[in-house]
């Protein structure tokens, strides 16, 4: 069975402040997807990173996939009030079965304005 | 246009009642999933389908029973509602080659 580490599982921290999400396991991957979801609506995906030491840029979030594709950070620079959400990363299984989505147990992000 | 949509949003019922949710996609993906999330906002995946066929049977009770009619449906069916049903379910669907994701907006199940 593969198991993602997401770490931390809460964050508060004050608007413009940067932060970082990571998201650890031990197994090896195909590809990565980040999701956010918001308060009572379904996740939504941000990004896909597929090949290992990949690094993406949408906006203000930057996401890294180690070397190895067994882990991936998320790092936002100057967060707004606007990012507030759960971060889910889903590691898609290395044995070519792309659809088959392991997620960690999210991150609870709050923006406090 | 919704692009993955489910029905109800809520659903509150007695234990020991037999309930359904339904999902459809305008996505013309092949591909669709089950998930549950629990109180502390673990998803896990239930069932998925790809082009109607049954592709993942996690370890879920056999109480659970998921029908896909055609490629742009996927219904669940749950039996004799417990207790540890109540959570959220959310229906999602994809291309099967790239299993990007896209959530419908879920249903808040409750069990008393």
């Known amino acids: 069975t593969q198991l993602l580490e997401q770490s931390p599982q809460f964050l508060s921290i004050q608007e413009g402040e940067n932060l970082t999400v990571y998201c650890n396991s031990s197994s090896v991957f195909s590809s990565l997807q980040w999701y956010r979801q918001e308060p009572g609506e379904g996740p939504v995906l941000l990004v896909t990173v597929v090949t290992g030491g990949e690094v993406k840029k949408l906006k203000r979030l930057t996401f890294q996939f180690g070397d190895a594709r067994k882990d991936s950070s998320l790092h936002i620079t100057a967060a707004q009030t606007g990012d507030t959400g759960l971060y889910l990363c889903?590691?898609?299984?290395?044995?070519?079965?792309?659809?088959?989505?392991?997620f960690g147990k999210g991150t609870l992000l709050t923006v406090n304005p | 246009d919704t692009a993955v949509s489910q029905t109800p949003k809520y659903l509150v019922t007695q234990m020991g009642n037999d309930k359904s949710i339904k999902c459809e996609q305008n996505l013309g993906h092949d591909t669709m999933y089950w998930y549950k999330q629990d109180s502390k906002k673990f998803l896990k995946i239930m069932f998925s389908y790809n082009n109607k066929e049954l592709i993942i049977n996690e370890t879920v009770p056999n109480r659970f029973s998921p029908k896909s009619p055609d490629k742009a449906h996927l219904n669940l069916h749950i039996n004799s509602l417990e207790l540890g049903d109540s959570a959220v379910y959310f229906c999602?669907?994809?291309?099967?080659?790239?299993?990007?994701?896209?959530f419908g907006p879920g249903t808040r199940l409750t069990v008393l």
């Open positions: 999602a669907s994809s291309l099967m080659r790239t299993g990007e994701q896209f």
């Open positions: 889903a590691g898609a299984d290395s044995g070519g079965s792309n659809y088959k989505l392991t």
